[in-house]
């Protein structure tokens, strides 16, 4: 019985992380690089190995005494994409379609089925960011975090060398130019020839 209550207890959380120089200075450089790498995904896709990587890149930066605060409300990505989705609704479409007809009369069964069939033609039509989180909002998530540290950067708790100061805030406006600018990019429309 006991073994029952350990397996819904929950683990403590770890022990904060003190955010020293050194630590700020790693963790400027890489927002800067995942800044980067984000901007080479489909804005308005989700993209699961991203969503389960953020989801673990923001468990470790909470950790850090002086981002928790910051970080507190900010929620983790949700990694569900469309194709999970249309699976799931295929599979309830096959059960229906195989266990209404001996049940229901031939009408019901194909009412039920038939307007199951174009939910699922409807789904192409809901944008992924209704049910998941695209690489659009893991950007702005990751906006979050960078502007935080600059918030802890220009308070001056960091207390960094001039050349160390500025290497750091230079690292934190290129990260922050860059997601910017993806998530602009985002919500313009698209020009050119139509194809």
């Not at 790693?26 to 790498?37: I, S």
């Not at 950007?139 to 540290?149: C, I, M, N, Y």
């Not at 960091?158 to 922050?176: G, N, P």
Request: hydrophobic share 50%; glycine share 4%; charged share 20%.
């Amino acid at each position: 019985m006991s073994s029952l209550f350990n397996v819904f207890r929950r683990t403590p959380s770890p022990a904060p992380l003190p955010l020293d120089r050194k630590a700020f200075y790693d963790l400027a450089a890489e927002c800067r690089l995942y800044a980067a790498e984000l901007a080479n995904f489909d804005q308005h896709r989700v993209n699961l190995k991203q969503c389960y990587r953020f989801n673990g890149w923001l468990a470790h930066v909470r950790r850090y005494d002086k981002l928790a605060p910051y970080l507190a409300t900010m929620p983790a990505a949700r990694p569900v994409a469309r194709w999970q989705i249309l699976t799931l609704m295929a599979a309830v479409w096959v059960i229906l379609a195989v266990a209404l007809p001996g049940r229901v009369s031939q009408q019901w069964t194909t009412l039920l089925v038939g307007s199951w069939l174009l939910t699922i033609v409807a789904v192409f039509f809901i944008p992924e960011a209704f049910y998941g989180t695209t690489i659009e909002l893991l950007e702005a998530k990751v906006l979050r975090v960078v502007d935080a540290l600059l918030e802890i950067l220009n308070s001056g708790a960091m207390e960094f060398t001039e050349a160390a100061h500025f290497k750091v805030r230079d690292d934190l406006i290129a990260a922050r130019e860059e997601l910017r600018q993806q998530i602009d990019l985002a919500h313009r429309p698209p020009t050119g020839p139509i194809l």
